[in-house]
């Protein structure tokens, strides 16, 4: 799915800012694609974009109204199909990565239908994907992969796009995810493919290219996470990776949401992804291991990121607090 630019990022009755992540990652990584929010009146979440009316922002070019909120149970509110009703009729499509859809609203599908416009449910797949082939395919490719799940695959991955497009590098970012697809504007989101077409539909949304541009593809789930590494394995052989980066939180007791498993030693992980990796690309290699430092101090952080670095042998870096200037010159020096 492709969405159409420039959005207004509907931010509703968000009870605070962590529930108005989705907007505020938009909003960070593709500020240009943003012309307003749209707040109801017991909304506690600013981006800092200009508060626009339906109206104001259909004058200033908006083309979507992307639901940049998540509330418990990931439902769509009544309170907010008003809006969304007005949205459609003043001539913007939706877009939500929520778990309720759009398309089972009644109101929204005949309003949509009525007014020519679409629905997105960027959860959800909206076409059929091949069974992957594994076929070398021109182009570079790399892909983030974890320690554990929600560890900063995403967020990794459009700082070294951006870094690399500061650089003049030739790269795209490849969405995997409900987020990470609302912030690029397309991608799949692998958790909602059915298991034997997870590789065909990275394959797909990562295809040939010049020989010197690369994919960054979003990575899901661990290897090691007992509910999601079917997801993780299907990333890995269809990005057919050139190089992999580790993301990891040092302060886990356990794996995400599974307390009788322990994370995986650093080593352990870096060489079974890597032999994972090896099915579709003998040659790829790590180039660095990127850390959310945040529950840690500055000198707690750098302190274990340098042990780190000198264990394994490659840079090791907080993206937030340092960037990720490093792994991208060992990406260069691939290309």
């Not at 021109?138 to 799940?149: I, Q, W």
Request: aromatic share 6%; net charge negative.
């Amino acid at each position: 799915m492709e969405l159409k630019k420039p959005y207004l990022l509907f931010l509703g009755d968000a009870a605070d800012a962590l529930a108005a992540k989705v907007a505020q990652g938009i909003k960070t990584w593709r500020p240009e694609y943003c012309v307003g929010q749209f707040r109801l009146e017991n909304c506690n979440a600013d981006c800092g974009l200009s508060d626009m009316t339906i109206q104001e922002a259909v004058a200033a070019g908006a083309k979507t109204l992307v639901i940049g909120v998540a509330n418990r149970g990931g439902i769509i509110s009544d309170e907010w199909i008003n809006i969304l009703v007005e949205a459609l009729e003043a001539g913007m499509d939706l877009a939500s990565g929520l778990h309720n859809k759009l398309t089972d609203i009644p109101a929204l599908v005949e309003c949509a239908e009525k007014n020519g416009r679409s629905l997105f449910d960027v959860r959800y797949p909206t076409q059929a994907y091949p069974v992957a082939n594994g076929k070398k395919r021109a182009g570079k490719r790399l892909l983030t992969v974890g320690t554990d799940c929600s560890v900063g695959k995403m967020y990794t991955s459009l700082a070294i796009e951006k870094e690399m497009h500061a650089r003049g590098i030739d790269a795209d970012f490849r969405a995997t995810g409900q987020t990470g697809i609302l912030i690029s504007g397309n991608g799949v989101s692998a958790d909602c493919v059915v298991a034997d077409f997870i590789s065909g539909a990275i394959e797909t949304i990562s295809p040939e290219n010049k020989p010197d541009h690369w994919d960054v593809i979003e990575g899901q789930g661990s290897l090691f996470h007992a509910s999601f590494a079917g997801v993780t394995t299907g990333l890995i052989h269809g990005s057919q990776a050139d190089a992999l980066v580790l993301c990891h939180e040092p302060t886990r007791q356990h794996m995400r949401g599974l307390p009788e498993y322990a994370l995986p030693e650093i080593d352990v992980c870096m060489e079974t992804n890597l032999a994972t990796a090896r099915l579709t690309n003998p040659d790829v290699q790590f180039v660095g291991v990127s850390v959310n430092t945040s529950a840690l101090d500055e000198d707690a952080a750098m302190s274990y990121m340098a042990r780190l670095e000198e264990q394994i042998g490659l840079p090791v870096i907080d993206p937030f607090r340092q960037g990720v200037g490093r792994i991208v010159d060992r990406l260069a020096a691939l290309s």
